[in-house]
């Protein structure tokens, strides 16, 4: 059992946070650079953090490397983007942090995951709520599998700075497996610097508490090269 008290935070994270009086440590976890070659993600976390983990621990996942190994990543030059993707993107917010779904090739995945029908009704509601002064209403609406798409950004690890992913496929399914293999519980999380999303869990998750436990995203999103943390209470 190697030592995980070696293992420092992110630069400009910290390492430990507070949630209801208790104090928990987050450890980034440096992997090799995951690609869809990489076709089973059990087999890279149980590599990395096997020799790492004790009872009462809790590994938590970025999805976009999920979704690398599942064939769910796509260079920008790859997706064919369809008029409807084209205009409605244009009425995206983007934010300092990601594109979201404000380029034509992350709206043509959403369109693809959700249906037509679901987006376009997404985008009038949403619409609608931002006149009377309401935001947020086209994600609510469009749902968790268009809310999990991400955008490619300059300052991700290459070459992923110039694809687009889809949310991960059977995430608690996945969850559950690696919570099995190595006796800790196990999240696939959906996290960036203004907020989380636990796309799956293995069973008996407290997923809002795990997200308050991640809220300041100790991974990162860059180029830290760290899509796997391990939370560990401080006793």
């Known amino acids: 059992m190697e030592n995980l008290q070696a293992?420092?935070?992110?630069?400009?994270?910290?390492?430990?946070?507070?949630?209801?009086?208790?104090?928990?440590?987050r450890f980034p976890i440096k992997t090799k650079l995951i690609t869809p070659q990489d076709k089973d993600i059990s087999l890279i976390i149980e590599d990395v953090v096997k020799k790492y983990?004790?009872?009462?621990?809790?590994?938590?996942?970025?999805?976009?490397?999920?979704?690398?190994?599942?064939?769910?990543?796509?260079p920008l030059d790859q997706i064919k983007t369809t008029w409807l993707a084209d205009v409605l993107s244009r009425f995206v917010k983007k934010t300092p942090i990601g594109i979201g779904?404000?380029?034509?090739?992350?709206?043509?995945?959403?369109?693809?995951?959700?249906?037509?029908?679901?987006?376009?009704?997404?985008?009038?509601?949403?619409?609608?709520?931002?006149v009377i002064g309401i935001k947020g209403l086209f994600y609510i609406l469009a749902g968790e599998k268009a809310r999990s798409i991400d955008g490619a950004v300059p300052y991700a690890i290459p070459p992923y700075n110039t694809y687009v992913s889809k949310g991960p496929v059977?995430?608690?399914?996945?969850?559950?497996?690696?919570?099995?293999?190595?006796?800790?519980?196990?999240?696939?999380?959906?996290?960036?610097?203004?907020?989380?999303?636990?796309?799956?869990?293995?069973?008996?998750?407290d997923k809002k508490l795990i997200a308050r436990m991640i809220i300041d995203n100790p991974l990162g999103q860059s180029d830290e090269q760290t899509p796997i943390g391990i939370i560990r209470e401080m006793k």
């Open 7 to 25: 293992i420092g935070p992110n630069k400009n994270k910290n390492l430990i946070i507070e949630v209801d009086g208790k104090n928990f440590q």
């Open 53 to 74: 983990v004790i009872v009462g621990d809790i590994i938590f996942i970025s999805e976009k490397v999920v979704a690398v190994t599942q064939g769910r990543s796509y």
């Open 101 to 130: 779904l404000g380029s034509p090739q992350t709206m043509q995945l959403a369109i693809e995951e959700v249906g037509i029908a679901k987006i376009l009704l997404a985008s009038v509601i949403g619409f609608l709520g931002k």
């Open 170 to 205: 059977k995430a608690n399914e996945i969850s559950q497996a690696i919570a099995k293999k190595l006796g800790v519980e196990v999240a696939i999380v959906d996290a960036n610097d203004i907020g989380v999303n636990i796309l799956g869990a293995s069973n008996g998750i």
